[in-house]
Each structure stands twice: as structure tokens, then as C-alpha cells.
């Protein structure tokens, strides 16, 4: 029988951990606020504070943005002509060796037909840059091309056309760069 006792104890040992431990979690439980326990001005001080960090947060990503756009901008800005600056040089370089010869020769055709190559040379590279004379002759006035300086009094047929071209025109990328001075017809 003193098995059976010991059992027993056992037994109601095990039962009054048990009451103890579903004693101590209630307890846990009633610790813990519920959800409708919760402050509502607590809850709302950290709704303003995770607001305030993510604005502030925003605001520095959007301040090193701007401060990054307008470096490559200053760059731009200082280095952007050397691609051209680069693209003329040989131009420089021909036209300087052209005044030498020039000094030193007494023949006329070769000098105008180097300066024509030099000529040749620098409207293909404006050509390669994008830059396109624009073509004024027997075309139709156009303001959005042409600039016209003078009126000729010329016949019905010729009214409103470009007569003549004083200063050519160019377009880069097909906006207009300078217009062409251009005498109308009227």
C-alpha cells in the first residue's frame, strides 16, 4: 500500500504544479495590456515618432539626390564643350599649317583649294555633331526659320520666297540655332 500512497503524491504533486503554472501564466496574461488596455496618446507619440523618422529620413534621401544632380550638372556644364573643343583641333591644326604655306607659296589655286578642304573638313565635323545648314534658297519665308532683314519688290511668282541669304542658318538636332538673315520677296 505505501506504493500506492507514494502514487497518490505523486499524483497530487504533479496537479498542484500544474494549478501553479496555469496560475502563473494568467498572471502573465493580465501583465499584459490588451489591445484595447493600450494608451491611445502612447500609441499616437509612437505613430508620430516612426512618421517623423521616415520624414526625416525622405528628406536627406531627397537632399543627397539634389545635391548629386547638381554636381553632374556643374560637370556637364564645365566639361560639355570637349567633346566639340576635341572634334576641332585638326580643323586648328589645318588652318594653321595653311598660314604657313600660305607665306611660303606664290600659288594662288593651291591656297584656295586647301582653305576649301579645311572648309570641307569643318561642315563634316558640325555635320557629325548634328548641326545642318538650313537651305534658304527658292524656299518659302519661314519665321520659324528665317529672320528677314529686307523686302525686294519683285514679281507675283517670287512673293513670299527667300531672294536672298546674308547669314546662313543652322539647326542642331533640328532646333534652330540661328536663324538665316534672308531678303523677301514682295
Do not use: W
Not at 500512497?5 to 501564466?25: F, R, S
Not at 496574461?29 to 520624414?55: H, R
Amino acid at each position: 500500500m505505501s506504493k500506492n500512497k507514494e502514487n497518490k503524491a505523486k499524483t497530487e504533486e504533479v496537479k498542484v504544479e500544474a494549478q501553479v503554472d496555469e496560475a502563473q501564466k494568467n498572471a502573465d496574461v493580465e501583465e499584459q495590456p490588451k489591445p484595447s488596455e493600450i494608451d491611445p496618446l502612447k500609441a499616437a507619440e509612437e505613430e508620430i515618432a516612426a512618421l517623423k523618422d521616415k520624414y526625416l529620413r525622405s528628406v536627406a534621401e531627397f537632399d543627397n539626390y539634389r545635391k548629386h544632380t547638381m554636381k553632374e550638372k556643374a560637370e556637364l556644364i564645365l566639361n560639355g564643350g570637349e567633346r566639340t573643343i576635341v572634334a576641332m583641333l585638326p580643323v586648328l591644326d589645318d588652318m594653321e599649317r595653311a598660314i604657313e604655306n600660305n607665306a611660303k607659296s606664290d600659288d594662288i589655286t593651291a591656297i584656295k583649294e586647301g582653305f576649301g578642304l579645311i572648309h570641307q573638313k569643318f561642315v563634316k565635323i558640325l555635320e557629325g555633331m548634328g548641326v545642318k545648314k538650313i537651305e534658304t534658297e527658292g524656299q518659302d519665308f519661314n519665321t520659324d526659320l528665317h529672320n528677314a532683314i529686307a523686302m525686294l519688290p519683285m514679281g507675283e511668282e517670287k512673293k513670299g520666297k527667300v531672294i536672298d541669304c546674308t547669314k546662313a542658318g543652322y539647326t542642331l538636332n533640328d532646333k534652330v540655332i540661328r536663324h538665316a538673315d534672308v531678303a523677301v520677296g514682295e
